[in-house]
């Protein structure tokens, strides 16, 4: 069993991330991408300074992945001089954002991204069970769970922060299920934002989340 | 519940040969295909598959579909796990401008699946150089606590412009060639491959034992030349396997014969395994650097090798480096492997080790 000790959802327009940032850091974040501007805005909001030196596994999907930035280097490649800019290209390898947050998250072990390959796509059954697993063995204390999405539209972020030991006041305790049960959310990207909802409307004491094609991954929440 | 992951196949196209056991034959005669790419007035070494088809889409058809016969059967609704770092950036810059980007970052994996006809859960990795073991690590986290039994993990890194730009802009590459260790290494070769494994929880010939990812925050494009943070992911890794360091009886390095990386992790074997240090091989000079594919095409390579009993030698060493103090396995060995290590440093800061064991 693990638990739920956040929850935060961010849908900011382009042109008000950097001062998301600097209202997170106190600064601005220099030559990073506007992915790893998410990243550290939400793990920053998801941990509490004591909770930052604890080892920590960042789990994050996109759908949007570093769209601009990937049209940057096309353009850069394709019809200027052959090679780009340095930076352009760093700027389409979302790893690096591993990179730039572990100074801000000093506990932060591992990273994994996982682009989607559909529109409305979600992985949260994924990251959730495999977080529960690594907890459960105590590889990590904390597992950050995120969707990241930037776009010129705008940008949206889904946060999920989950440890092996409660915080003072946890949100919800989990368990990972071999079968799934009524009431149920669908696994999609906003889902921290739906299971937020859930825990503001009593009466069910318990919710599941279902990945449509992988029964085997589907995660039971439950009030404290 | 925690039950051992095998690995029960594997495939592989990579420049060195079309299946596993081809590319060891020709990494054991030292029969390497190095070509070349240019790039404005420079021009790279680089290892192409050798593949018919020339456009970018019906190109990576062919490469995709070569790894399915090597499979066997697979039922289609078994797991799929894709690692690859730049998917089809080649296609974009073949269709020209307007760049026309699909709304979701890996589409391209919606094809892969299809080529390898599998329609069941599909997740994607994308941790640069560390994609294939970040997806090995999901793969078999899964199945090691039972939520699923089988799974597909594949590496796919093909040829682009982009890709070789943005090494070249930051000026990582050699323009002669891959040269692991050795004092006059001069940067990456890179490469293309296609490669995948089977994970099973059914009893195979080699087990993971261990497998742990890690961050080099030291910088975005090099670790610490120290060595700390890879040692600290190698004495990670030695600890999940249980084993000790004299047990490992050969190490398959990152060695791409990049100036920094190389020595920091020369660094952190010295940390690590001290005087006991194992035979050290580099597969990159057979395969070149295969980036996101690279752990998967390197482990299904290495598996081929070991299985053979047939363990090349490094190519492109030739003289120590005295601040590397290290020296990789310069003649061929008929040895009897019974466990490996095989260690990834990413760009970008990514790390990754995996122990595999023999079944006994």
């Known amino acids: 069993m693990s638990f739920l000790n956040a929850i935060f959802s961010q849908h900011l327009t382009a042109d008000a991330l950097p001062g998301a940032v600097r209202s997170t850091l106190g600064k601005p974040l220099r030559r990073a991408a506007g992915l790893t501007q998410l990243a550290v805005i939400g793990a920053l909001t998801c941990l509490p300074e004591a909770q930052r030196q604890l080892p920590t596994a960042l789990l994050w999907q996109s759908n949007s ?105 946890p949100l919800a305790r989990l368990q990972l299920s071999k079968t799934g049960a009524q009431p149920s959310l669908a696994d999609c990207p906003d889902f921290p934002e739906r299971l937020g909802r859930w825990l503001n409307e009593p009466p069910t004491d318990s919710l599941y989340l279902h990945a449509a094609n992988a029964p085997g991954l589907t995660v039971e929440f439950a009030r404290l | 519940m925690s039950r051992p992951v095998h690995i029960t196949g594997s495939a592989l196209n990579c420049a060195c040969g079309d299946s596993p056991a081809k590319a060891a034959a020709s990494m054991w005669a030292g029969t390497t295909r190095l070509g070349q790419k240019h790039l404005g007035d420079r021009a790279f070494p680089y290892y192409s598959l050798p593949l018919s088809e020339t456009a970018w889409l019906p190109r990576a058809e062919q490469a995709i579909r070569s790894l399915t016969a090597q499979l066997g059967p697979i039922a289609p609704t078994t797991p799929l796990f894709i690692a690859s770092s730049s998917f089809q950036m080649g296609w974009f810059e073949e269709q020209g401008q307007p760049f026309d980007l699909p709304p979701a970052s890996a589409s391209f994996s919606r094809q892969i699946a299809a080529w390898l006809g599998l329609d069941g859960p599909r997740y994607t990795f994308s941790n640069a150089c560390i994609s294939g073991f970040s997806a090995l690590d999901a793969a078999r986290s899964l199945i090691a606590a039972g939520s699923i039994d089988e799974a597909i993990v594949v590496g796919v890194e093909l040829a682009n412009a982009s890709t070789l730009a943005g090494f070249a802009a930051m000026e990582l590459l050699s323009r002669s060639a891959c040269r692991p260790f050795d004092a006059t290494r001069d940067g990456l070769v890179l490469g293309e491959a296609v490669a995948a494994v089977r994970l099973s929880s059914q009893p195979a010939g080699w087990r993971i034992s261990g497998l742990r990812t890690g961050i080099d925050a030291y910088s975005t494009t090099g670790p610490d030349p120290q060595g700390g943070p890879i040692a600290e992911l190698l004495r990670d890794c030695l600890d999940e396997a249980g084993l000790a360091t004299e047990q490992i009886e050969l190490i398959k390095l990152q060695a791409a014969g990049s100036p920094g990386t190389d020595l920091a992790e020369a660094n952190a074997l010295r940390q690590v395994f001290g005087q006991a240090m194992p035979p050290l091989l580099s597969l990159k000079p057979a395969l070149g650097h295969t980036l996101g594919a690279s752990g998967i095409a390197e482990l299904a390579a290495l598996l081929a090798c070991l299985d053979s009993e047939h363990i090349p030698a490094t190519g492109g060493f030739s003289r120590v480096d005295p601040e590397i103090a290290l020296c990789p396995l310069v003649e061929r060995s008929n040895a009897h492997i019974s466990r490996a290590l095989l260690n990834l440093v990413g760009f970008g800061g990514g790390l990754a080790a995996l122990i595999m064991e023999r079944r006994r």
Request: charged residues 15%.
């Open chain 1, 65 to 169: 992945g570093p769209r601009q930035e990937t049209l940057t280097l096309l353009d850069e490649v394709c019809c200027g001089p052959a090679e780009p800019m340095p930076y352009d290209f760093l700027a389409t390898q979302p790893a690096i954002a591993a990179a730039q947050l572990k100074p801000f998250l000093p506990g932060l072990h591992s990273a994994m991204h996982l682009p989607q390959d559909e529109v409305g796509q979600a992985y949260w059954s994924l990251l959730i069970t495999l977080a529960g697993h690594w907890l459960a063995q105590g590889r990590y204390a904390q597992v950050l769970c995120a969707q990241l999405d930037h776009r010129v539209e705008g940008s949206a972020a889904h946060w999920l922060a989950l440890a092996a030991q409660p915080l003072e006041n």
